[in-house]
Antibody, heavy 128, light 112 residues
Framework: QVQLVQSGAEVKKPGSSVKVSCKSS????????INWVRQAPGQGLEWMGG????????NYAQEFQGRVTITADESTNTAYMELSSLRSEDTALYYC?????????????????????WGQGTLVTVSS | EIVLTQTPLSLSVTPGQPASISCKLS???????????LSWYLQKPGQPPQLLIY???NRFSGVPDRFSGSGSGTDFTLKISRVEAEDVGVYYC?????????FGQGTKLEIK
């Protein structure tokens, strides 16, 4: 059974960057998408982007283009999400979630699928 | 970007009674292979979301059969035939068609 374990809580200053990790165990890592979803306090879910590790080409939500970098390391079955130029509005719980194996044949980015399992979440607090 | 609009945003249900949540999309969902990429999640208090339904109507492993999904095109529905106390939380629909995945704003279910 696949399990996703995320890195611990972070406190960051405005303008800095944060890198959150998501380690997969118990199943195939390389062929399935890893997606990142964030949830601001008391708010809903917001998809940030995803990657299929074997291809290594991420796609990003428009809102985060230019600020987010999603990568995956097949040697350690770990995916990463780095968010830069942090501001107070980025204070949120950040989740990784496994998607499906399907991909766009032109861009090799995740296509379709559903999210299961989810990581436990990583709280990122941005405060001066 | 495909916008998902859930209604209602909250509902209070007596145990044993049914509940229904609508998810309306701003455009049709379909991708090659004829599968419709619409899934439903329940986020219980203090927990990550959990998958309930995938591809519109397929119940995920371990999900009670009181949960069902239906719909096509732009209109989708999650139904709970008999609400139980453990069903409290926020329900989200999600579309996963390339290139932008989006969630509905969530529907909070409370028990009367």
């Amino acid at each position: 059974q696949v399990q996703l374990v995320q890195s611990g809580a972070e406190v960051k200053k405005p303008g800095s960057s944060v890198k959150v990790s998501c380690k997969s165990s118990g199943g195939t890592f390389s062929n399935y998408a890893i997606n990142w979803v964030r949830q601001a306090p008391g708010q809903g879910l917001e998809w940030m982007g995803g990657i299929i590790p074997i291809f290594g080409t991420p796609n990003y939500a428009q809102e985060f283009q230019g600020r987010v970098t999603i990568t995956a390391d097949e040697s350690t079955n770990t995916a990463y999400m780095e968010l830069s130029s942090l501001r107070s509005e980025d204070t949120a719980l950040y989740y990784c979630a496994r998607g499906g194996p399907n991909y766009d044949s032109l861009t090799f980015t995740p296509l379709g699928g559903w999210f299961d399992p989810w990581g436990q979440g990583t709280l990122v607090t941005v405060s001066s | 970007e495909i916008v998902l609009t859930q209604t209602p945003l909250s509902l209070s249900v007596t145990p044993g009674q049914p509940a229904s949540i609508s998810c309306k999309l701003s455009q049709n969902l379909l991708y090659s292979g004829g599968k419709t990429s619409l899934s439903w999640y329940l986020q219980k208090p203090g927990q990550p979301p959990q998958l309930l339904i995938y591809e519109v109507s397929n119940r995920f492993s371990g999900v009670p059969d009181r949960f069902s999904g239906s719909g096509s095109g732009t209109d989708f529905t999650l139904k709970i035939s008999r609400v139980e106390a453990e069903d409290v939380g926020v329900y989200y629909c999600m579309q996963s068609i390339q290139p932008m995945y989006t969630f509905g704003q969530g529907t909070k279910l409370e028990i009367k």
